[in-house]
């Protein structure tokens, strides 16, 4: 069973960037793609980003374009989700996925993410 742990969250300010990290365990990291997901309190789950098994497809939810930017790196089995310009909105817990299949869906959703990280509480403050 793949485990996934995400890092980097904190309480930063309107207008501040944050890296988060997403480090996998195993040896079959490179094979499925990878998402982000985020749950506010008292919210259904949502996706954030997602990118392909060798990087070169990625998602975004249209809530994020052009702030946020998903990537990863195959040799260290990490995903990475580097956020600017948040905003009080962004504030919520946030999940990496693996999903079960190399390729990202037109609409990722968490029905098709097997496995889950703990997530990590990004807040931030007008």
């Known amino acids: 069973q793949v485990q996934l742990v995400e890092s980097g969250g904190g309480l930063v300010q309107a207008g501040d960037s944050l890296r988060l990290s997403c480090a996998a365990s195993?040896?079959?990291?490179?094979?499925?793609?990878m998402a982000w997901f985020r749950q506010a309190p008292g919210k259904e789950r949502e996706f954030v980003a997602a990118?392909?098994?060798?990087?070169?497809?990625?998602s975004y939810a249209e809530s994020v374009k052009g702030r946020f930017t998903v990537s990863r790196d195959n040799a260290k089995n990490t995903v990475y989700l580097q956020m600017n310009g948040l905003e009080p909105v962004d504030t919520a817990v946030y999940y990496c996925?693996?999903?079960?299949?190399?390729?990202?869906?037109?609409?990722?959703?968490?029905?098709?993410?097997?496995?889950w990280g703990q997530g990590t509480q990004v807040t931030v403050s007008t």
């Open positions: 996925a693996r999903a079960m299949a190399a390729w990202i869906s037109e609409r990722p959703n968490p029905g098709e993410y097997a496995n």
């Open positions: 195993g040896r079959t990291f490179s094979l499925y793609a």
């Open positions: 990118i392909s098994r060798t990087g070169g497809v990625t």
